[in-house]
Structure formats: C-alpha cells, structure tokens
C-alpha cells in the first residue's frame, strides 16, 4: 500500500501483471525489497514489528497485509493508506511482535483509528502527505514498543526496513517470513522533485535492486540510537519516483519524528 488510492492501484496492476513486462511500484502494498523485493530473512527479534491483514475482494486481492510499529502498549502506527481506501477491508486484527506473517506472536482486536487530518489522498508525489495513522488495541500487549528517534540521521545515515510485503517486482507473492533491507537515508534530491522534504524521507537501499513494495506499507523504518537499539525515523509510504519498479527505488517514508506532537496528542485524547 504505498499511497492512499494503492489498494485500486495495486489490484488493478495485479491484474494486468500478465500482460506487463515491467511492474511499477506506485501503489506499494507495504512492501519490502525481497518481500522487500530482494531482502532477506530477519536476523533479530523485532518485537515492535506489527501486521494488520486486510484485503480488497472488489479488485481481487484477498490476503493482503500492511506493516505497523508498536509505539505504545496499545497502539500502532501505520500508515494512512493502509486503513483507508476505496475497496479496503480490514479483518479487525493486529498481530504484534512475530516474525511470521500469519502465526506467532500477540493479536489484539482494533478499537479506534486514528488517521491524520492532513492525509488526503491522491496520486503520485500529492498521494503519500501526511499518511500516518495510530491504531489502538483493545487491550495492552506485553512487547516491548520501539522508541520514536528525535529525529531522523542526515543523508547517509544507515537504516533498516521491515516488512512483509511482496518478494518480487511483478506479482503479489507476499513473504510468510519477515524479511529486513539495509537502506540509508537518502538526501531529497535521490528521489524524484516534490516526493522527499522535511516530512518525507527518501530511502535509498544498500543492496542492488531491492527496496520495499506491495504489502510493505506503514512498516518500520529504523535507525540506531543510544546503546546502539533501533529507534523509529520512518514509516513505509511509497516509490520515491513515478514509473519505476520497486527493486529500482528509490522509496519515500514517512518522517515519524516529525509528527511526535501530533502522535503524543492523539495518544493523549484517546487514552
């Protein structure tokens, strides 16, 4: 899910897939390079790593998924493409803190979403503003959350990306194991004019021919911080450039720590 119209994008592409010899990545499902196009196999436990499954029978799509990061023992931050859109379904369930994509961990029922006054929807670079929002559980959940960064590392910083999402540039065969890509953060001229700026990230792999894609939306982008532990700068949102296919990159997330006060606010109100 990479932008708030990506649930018609992505169904629609699934089914002319076909008939394409090159699958773009404008609608990215959540999505990771290697499920998470080219990524690999998770080497730690990231217990803050959450899955919310959803589908869009209206354009075929019947076992589809979207990242989120536990940030609070009853809440998760997604992106805002990924509760809301024409045809999307949500099955009512988040699953927290499992490195598989539909066993494991810790499931809570959704109780409330909150999704950012600002996110509007759209297409291309108009298509990923603002595309946060805060999903609270039912219940507390006992993982550990990761901590928001204050802010997010210059061009250049080392990163990493989670995700669950498709393992191959064409097709929807999403990863059943969770699958990690060594990314950087890329300055906004690596990705196209008007996608990246303060509130938007470009994300550039450190692995050829891999970054995130369908079913990789609203997943984690991490950073280390103090003592070396993984903090949150950036939530999967979408390609950083029109026409081109996941693998090729770059990939736009959203800048987490530059909605902490509006995260914190929302939390607040809705305790």
């Known amino acids: 899910m990479f932008g708030s119209k990506s649930v018609r994008r992505r169904a629609a592409r699934t089914t002319v897939v076909g008939a394409l010899a090159v699958a773009t990545c404008t609608a990215l499902l959540g999505g990771s390079a290697a499920a998470i196009v080219n990524g690999k196999d998770s080497t730690e436990r990231y217990p803050f790593m959450a899955t919310i499954p959803e589908s869009a029978p209206k354009y075929g799509l019947y076992d589809g998924s979207c990242g989120a990061s536990l940030i609070d023992a009853r809440w998760v931050l997604t992106a805002a493409h990924c509760v809301q859109g024409d045809g999307l379904e949500l099955d009512g369930t988040v699953r927290i803190g499992s490195g598989a994509r539909k066993s494991g961990g810790t499931v809570r029922a959704i109780e409330r ?20 929002a805060l999903v609270r559980l039912d219940r507390p959940v006992t993982e550990e959350p990761v901590r928001i960064a204050e802010r997010a590392g210059r061009p250049g910083t080392p990163t990493r990306i989670l995700g669950f999402g498709t393992t191959v540039d064409t097709e929807l065969r999403f990863a059943e194991r969770m699958q990690e890509l060594d990314t950087r ?63 090729a990159g770059p990939g736009l997330y959203t800048n987490v720590p530059a909605y902490a006060d509006w995260i914190r606010k929302t939390i607040g109100r809705n305790a």
């Not at 979403?113 to 946060?132: C, M, R, S, Y």
């Not at 891999?210 to 079913?215: E, I, K, L, N, Q």
């Open 185 to 247: 953060r890329g300055a906004d001229t690596e990705c196209a004019p008007g996608y990246a700026g303060p509130t938007r990230l470009c994300t550039i792999s450190r692995v050829p021919g891999a970054m995130a894609c369908f079913g990789d939306s609203g997943g984690p982008q991490l950073q280390r911080g103090r003592g070396g532990r993984w903090e949150l700068v950036g939530a999967t949102s979408g390609p950083g450039a029109p026409g081109v296919a996941c693998s």
């Open 113 to 132: 979403i909150v999704v950012h006054p600002g996110h509007a929807g759209g297409d291309g670079k108009t298509a990923n503003k603002d595309d946060l």
